[in-house]
């Protein structure tokens, strides 16, 4: 073994259990092992897990709020004019330095694997992407991460974008993204998602869009977005993000919906960091800014949280990137109240969104990727309820970060 994790707490067993790693992979698991091996971590007792999965990061325009000014009127559609300002500034050495950053932070509260979009569009053309591809490239040994290709002004509104998306996915971006809502005219968004699909077919790869992100009950880009994949064969990989607008259906759209997504084998992700912007145009009472999340794990579809943004034009203040203060944050929005519905916030940190990502073999089991999350917590209740600092994180077999920080030589 090169590395042996003692007195670990699992998920569903009631035993302490010894963790033996080899070759990057978890090689054992059992109530005490004799062996020695080349390094030993003491869990003492606490909550060890697969690692965290952000499934929806913008590490671009992370870690900006300093340079955008105020919005006033918290309106999305300003956030979007802000951030524009700041990208159009962007250089790829200063993408790539915010990037890294923030890796290393998602890193230390015990994210290995990420998914993260990146603007391609006519103001940054493919600076955005370089930036954040220097980034994976310099934090290659701390995380798997994934980039998505991100038309957030548009394709057809924004003239050129398609071609840059075409280069974008050439150049190393691994998932074909979308924002269909972001076109002027429905027709539009059809064509914005239709050609999503056909990158995705020609480059043979997933598809993950920002969908309805917008209190609107008119907004129907989810239901185009479902068809268009069950269309394609493109069943299970596909996600939608937000989708926010399906809360403002009324019921019995959203159930047609909702099952069209479960047919499409269509996963979603809830951004919890919405909801300081949910129902900004209503008086009182405001909708949340999230989607209909229970009734969604009802009807079967696979759903994680994600952070999205981070100190940037539309989240100036907050933001960390732990998945225990996102999760904290969704289960008061969801009203996540009972133990159980816990345990389900916790999968949706950590299975299911290693899922939209497909890795099937990730897991706490003999042969998965020794990619485990130590949390100084006794279990998963507490670990939200009191979202302590992560013991340890360990990655491809080795520890690449210790109370919360990452270490070089693990
Ligand atoms: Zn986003």
Redesign the pocket.
């Known amino acids: 073994m090169d590395l042996i994790i003692r007195n670990a707490r699992l998920r569903h067993r009631d035993d302490l259990a010894d963790i033996g790693i080899a070759g990057g992979r978890i090689a054992a698991i059992a109530p005490r092992m004799t062996d020695g091996a080349a390094k030993e971590l003491d869990a003492a007792g606490r909550l060890t897990t697969p690692s965290f999965v952000e499934p929806?990061?913008?590490l671009d325009k992370a870690l900006t709020a300093e340079r955008a000014r105020e919005n006033p009127t918290n309106v999305f559609e300003e956030s979007i004019a802000i951030m524009r300002e700041v990208k159009r500034a962007y250089t790829v050495e200063d993408v790539a330095d915010r990037a890294t950053r923030v890796i290393h932070g998602l890193v230390g509260y015990g994210v290995t694997l990420i998914r993260s979009?990146v603007d391609v569009d006519t103001i940054v053309g493919l600076r955005a992407l370089d930036g954040v591809l220097a980034a994976r490239e310099r934090c290659r040994h701390l995380a798997r991460i994934e980039l998505i290709a991100?038309p957030q002004e548009g394709i057809w509104c924004d003239p050129g974008t398609d071609e840059l998306m075409r280069s974008a996915v050439e150049r190393g971006a691994d998932v074909v993204g979308g924002m269909p809502y972001a076109e002027m005219i429905e027709r539009d968004s059809d064509r914005h998602i239709d050609f999503a699909f056909e990158l995705a077919r020609r480059f043979d790869r997933d598809v993950q869009m920002?969908v309805d992100?917008t209190d609107d009950p008119g907004a129907r880009t989810l239901h185009a977005y479902a068809v268009k994949a069950i269309q394609a064969g493109w069943h299970g990989r596909v996600t939608a993000?937000?989708a926010t607008a399906l809360a403002a259906y009324d019921d019995s759209y959203a159930a047609k919906v909702i099952a069209l997504v479960a047919r499409a084998r269509m996963s979603m992700v809830v951004?919890p960091t919405k909801l300081m912007r949910g129902g900004v145009r209503d008086k009182e009472p405001r909708r949340r800014g999230l989607t209909r999340v229970r009734e969604l794990l009802a009807a079967g579809v696979n759903v994680a949280y994600?952070q999205?943004?981070i100190q940037d034009g539309?989240l100036p203040v907050f933001g960390t990137g732990d998945p225990l203060q996102v999760g904290f944050l969704l289960a008061f929005g969801a009203q996540f109240s009972s133990r159980a519905s816990i345990e389900t916030l916790y999968d949706m940190a950590t299975v299911n969104g290693a899922r939209i990502m497909r890795r099937p073999d990730y897991g706490l089991e003999v042969g998965a990727p020794a990619d485990l999350v130590v949390v100084d917590a006794p279990s998963v209740q507490e670990a939200y309820r009191t979202q302590p600092p992560r013991l340890a994180v360990i990655h491809d077999g080795r520890v690449v970060a210790r109370n919360g920080r990452v270490v070089e030589a693990g």
Do not use: M
Request: hydrophobic share 35%.
């Open positions: 929806h990061i913008h979009y991100f920002h992100e993000d937000h951004l994600g999205d943004v539309f």
